[in-house]
């Protein structure tokens, strides 16, 4: 997952949320993921897809999310 931060922190969106998109169906899957993020399944999906535009607040949700769900804890410094 931080590889997949790195990537949006440094421009490569479609790159970062693709490794999401990889990273969730590892982990909890969007099933889960959708149960308890509130957001429907399929939107998740469409999110994280190829042509996904996900806003701010539902992809830093969703890595709070993945971060309690998976125990990994991602931290940002500066270089």
Same mark, same amino acid.
């Given at each position: 997952?931080?590889?997949? *931060? #790195?990537?949006?922190?440094?421009? %490569?969106? #479609?790159?970062?949320?693709?490794? $999401?998109? %990889?990273? *969730?169906?590892?982990? /909890?899957?969007? @099933?889960? $993921?959708? @149960?308890?993020s509130g957001l429907p399944p399929k939107? &998740? +999906?469409? +999110?994280?897809?190829?042509s996904g535009n996900p806003r701010a %607040?539902?992809?830093?949700?969703? /890595?709070? &999310? $993945? @971060? %309690?769900?998976?125990?990994? @804890? *991602? ?5």
């Open positions: 997952m931080s590889e997949a *931060i #790195e990537l949006l922190l440094s421009g %490569d969106v #479609e790159t970062g949320r693709s490794l $999401l998109r %990889d990273y *969730i169906n590892a982990t /909890i899957g969007f @099933q889960e $993921l959708g @149960q308890k939107s &998740l +999906m469409r +999110m994280f897809g190829p %607040d539902n992809l830093f949700a969703v /890595i709070r &999310l $993945l @971060q %309690d769900e998976t125990g990994v @804890q *991602i931290a940002v410094k500066a270089a």
